[in-house]
């Protein structure tokens, strides 16, 4: 390799960011942060809405559990007489 | 240390050394936007083995390269997609460059591109950058010995593709 074709890499000068770069840099900064919490909310909302379905699906578990009429009479406070009078 | 503070420090390092990879400013302006991205994402886990010089310069050697395979990617596919356009930026516009040496360091650079990765970066660094043998044996993690072998062979081929263009 001749010695004067690789000096002309060495007379490459630096050369001077664009002043606006950095702008750029903090506005996909930024962007990315948002799309980091929009990520987070998400999964509050879904694991909101698995809890309401899971409540739902106890709720209705017990409400279609047969109870006993006896068990009924007495938490309801009922009387198993049917004289209305005494 | 704030993402602020790296770039005021070290941009126009970052920002030279992509240049070196890519030749043109738009290029070189969107893989030092990479660098301080991702240098942004890791500075809470940056390990202090080395200074933020030289992790910096591991960085933007990563992204140029990555830089560099996607844009070749994209050309080779381009004959299928006709994506290649006008507005892709202009292949050798180095703004450090002199207008009276544009010609013969374009000619350079073309071989340059055509060099394996580690013996480009490694000449990149040694003979473009400046940095010792030392210097860039820490940033490339190898021996300086290593890095003297990677720009000799550098230097061989760079002189075989020269003798063969000349016939």
């Known amino acids: 390799m001749k010695k004067d074709q690789l000096q002309v ?6 050369a001077e960011v664009s002043p606006f770069l950095f ?7 930024q962007e990315q942060l948002l799309d980091r919490l929009t990520a ?44 209305l009078y005494r | 240390m704030t993402l602020e503070l790296l770039y005021e420090k070290h941009a126009k390092q970052v920002y030279n050394l992509a240049l070196q990879y890519v030749q043109n400013v738009p290029d070189a302006e969107e893989i030092t936007q990479d660098v301080f991205l991702a240098a942004h994402k890791s500075l809470d886990k ?4 080395s200074n933020h010089g030289t992790w910096l310069y591991r960085i933007t050697i990563n992204k140029s390269l990555d830089f560099l395979k996607a844009k070749k990617r994209k050309k080779r596919f381009s004959w299928f997609t006709s994506e290649l356009s ?23 650079f073309a071989y340059i591109n ?44 760079l002189s075989k593709k020269i003798g063969d263009s000349e016939g």
């Not at chain 1, 702008?23 to 900064?29: L, S």
């Not at chain 2, 940056?46 to 083995?49: A, G, L, Q």
């Not at chain 2, 394996?116 to 300086?144: C, F, R, V, W, Y």
């Open chain 2, 114 to 157: 055509e060099l394996p990765d580690n013996q480009k970066t490694a000449l990149i660094l040694n003979k473009i950058e400046q940095l010792s043998l030392a210097e860039i044996a820490g940033i490339m993690e190898l021996s300086p010995k290593a890095v003297e072998s990677l720009v000799q062979r550098a230097k061989t081929n």
């Open chain 1, 9 to 14: 890499l060495e007379k490459i000068e630096r």
């Open chain 2, 86 to 108: 006008e507005n892709d930026p202009v292949e050798f516009d180095h703004p450090g460059v002199l207008m009276e040496n544009k010609e013969q360091t374009a000619a350079i």
């Open chain 1, 40 to 83: 987070k909310q998400t999964v509050v909302y879904l694991a909101g809405i698995v809890a309401v379905i899971v409540l739902n699906i106890l709720v209705l578990r017990s409400a279609n559990t047969p109870e006993k009429p006896d068990d009924l009479v007495s938490g309801m406070n009922l009387s198993p007489s049917n004289q």
């Open chain 1, 23 to 29: 702008t750029r840099i903090q506005a996909k900064v």
């Open chain 2, 46 to 49: 940056f390990r202090n083995e």
